[in-house]
C-alpha cells in the first residue's frame, strides 16, 4: 500500500508534463519560429536627394510672329494681284490693287468740290466788303440827317447776312476738304503695299474677283519678326512658365536637331473656348529652313525648383494614383513603406514624402518578400 501510494503523485506529474508538452507544439504549429522564414538576397538603391526643375511639354505650330491679313480700304473688282504664295517682298512694294476708274472718279469729284467751296468763299468775302461799304455810308448818311434809320438797319442786315454767307462759306470748304481727304485715303488704300519686309503666306483671292472693304486678300508675315510657335497649356503648367524661360524645339523635318528658343510672351487669361493659356516661344534664327505650319514639340525648362528624392521604379511593388508602396531595407529586414508620388520621371520616381536620404531601397527580389522578412543585400 504504500508503494501505491508514493507512484499516485507521480504519475500525476508525468500526465501533467505531457499536456504541457502538448499546449506547447501546439502554439508552436499555430506561429513558426523566426529561424523557419528564408532570408532573401536582394539588391538595393540608394534614395537620392534631387533639386527637381519642373519642364512643360506642349506641341503647337510654327508661325511668325507678326502676320497680318491685308485687304482694301474700299470694296471693288481686283484689277491686279503682283505676287504670289511664298514670294518674299520689300517694304512699300505694291502687292494688289483694284480698277480705280470708279475711286479715281470719286477723288476727281470731291476735288472739284473743294475748288469751288474755295470760289464761294472768295464770293462771299467780297460781299461781305461790299456791305461793309454799304454799312459805313449808310452810317454817315443818317448822321448827316439824309439816310433814315430804316435805310442804316437795313444796311447792318446786309452786313450780318454777308459775315454768315461768309461763315458758311468756309465751313463748306472744310467740308469738302474733308471729303477730298477721304477720297484721296480711299485711292491711295486702293493699292496694297507690304508694311515691312516679309513673304506671301497665302492669297486669298484673285484677280478679276469683286471683294468688299476688309475682306482679306492676302495673307502676309514679316520678316523683320522673329519666328514662334505657339503652345496651349494648362492653368496647372501655366503658372511655372515665365518670360524669358529657356526653350528646346523639335520638328519633324529636322529630327536629329534641337533648336533654342525663349518664352516671349504668356497669356494673362484662359481661352474662352479652350480654357488654356497661350505661351508664344520664339525660335531662335538658324541657318535651317522653317516654314510657316511647321508642328513642333516645345520643352519649356522653367526656374521653378522643388527638393524631392528619386528612386529606381523598378523598387515600386504597387501604386494607387499618388500613392505607392516600396520596400526598404533596415537592420536587415525588408519593412514595406508608403510613398507619395510627385512624378515618373524615365526609369525614375520622384518621391515627395514617405522615405529619407539615409534610406535604402529594394530594387531586386521584391516578387515573393514580405513585410519584416530577412534579407541578406547582395554584394554585387
Known amino acids: ?151 442804316l438797319q437795313n444796311a447792318e442786315v446786309q452786313l450780318d447776312n454777308a459775315r454768315n454767307q461768309l461763315e458758311a462759306a468756309r465751313k463748306g470748304m472744310a467740308m469738302q476738304g474733308e471729303q477730298l481727304e477721304v477720297a484721296s485715303f480711299n485711292l491711295r488704300y486702293s493699292k496694297i503695299m507690304a508694311p515691312s519686309n516679309g513673304v506671301i503666306l497665302k492669297k486669298l ?59 516671349q510672351e504668356v497669356a494673362s487669361m484662359a481661352d474662352p473656348y479652350t480654357n488654356t493659356f497661350e505661351v508664344e516661344v520664339a525660335v531662335m534664327p538658324e541657318d535651317k529652313i522653317l516654314l510657316s505650319g511647321f508642328i513642333g514639340t516645345v520643352s519649356i525648362f522653367t526656374t521653378d525648383t522643388i527638393g524631392l528624392l528619386k528612386i529606381p521604379i523598378d523598387a515600386l511593388i504597387g501604386a494607387d494614383g499618388g500613392q505607392g508602396e516600396v520596400f526598404v531595407a533596415g537592420y536587415d529586414k525588408a519593412v514595406k513603406t508608403k510613398i507619395s508620388i510627385f512624378k515618373i520621371a524615365g526609369d525614375h520616381l520622384l518621391i515627395q514624402r514617405g522615405l529619407d536620404s539615409t534610406d535604402k531601397v529594394i530594387t531586386s527580389g521584391i516578387g515573393y518578400l514580405e513585410d519584416d522578412q530577412p534579407i541578406m543585400i547582395s554584394q554585387r
Open 205 to 263: 483671292a484673285e484677280s478679276n474677283e469683286l471683294v468688299g472693304p476688309g475682306t482679306p486678300v492676302l495673307l502676309f508675315g514679316s520678316k523683320d519678326k522673329a519666328k514662334v510657335i505657339r503652345v496651349n497649356l494648362t492653368d496647372k503648367d501655366i503658372i511655372h512658365v515665365r518670360i524669358g524661360n529657356d526653350a528646346e524645339v523639335h520638328f519633324d523635318a529636322y529630327p536629329n536637331h534641337t533648336f533654342k528658343g525663349q518664352v
Open 1 to 151: 500500500m504504500a508503494i501505491r501510494i508514493k507512484s499516485i503523485p507521480w504519475a500525476i506529474a508525468l500526465a501533467i508534463g505531457l499536456a504541457a508538452c502538448g499546449n506547447n507544439a501546439s502554439e508552436n504549429d499555430k506561429k513558426p519560429s523566426a529561424a523557419s522564414v528564408p532570408i532573401r538576397t536582394v539588391e538595393t538603391a540608394d534614395v537620392e536627394a534631387v533639386q527637381h526643375r519642373e519642364v512643360i511639354f506642349a506641341s503647337g505650330k510654327l508661325s511668325l510672329e507678326q502676320e497680318a491679313k491685308l485687304s482694301f480700304k474700299t470694296g471693288g473688282i481686283i484689277k491686279r494681284i503682283f505676287v504670289g504664295e511664298g514670294q518674299p517682298v520689300r517694304q512699300g512694294q505694291v502687292l494688289a490693287e483694284l480698277a480705280l476708274e470708279e475711286i479715281s472718279a470719286q477723288t476727281q469729284q470731291a476735288r472739284l468740290g473743294k475748288q469751288q467751296a474755295e470760289i464761294n468763299v472768295e464770293n462771299a468775302k467780297l460781299a461781305l466788303r461790299l456791305a461793309e461799304r454799304d454799312y459805313q455810308n449808310a452810317s454817315g448818311l443818317y448822321q448827316d440827317s439824309v439816310a433814315t434809320l430804316e435805310q
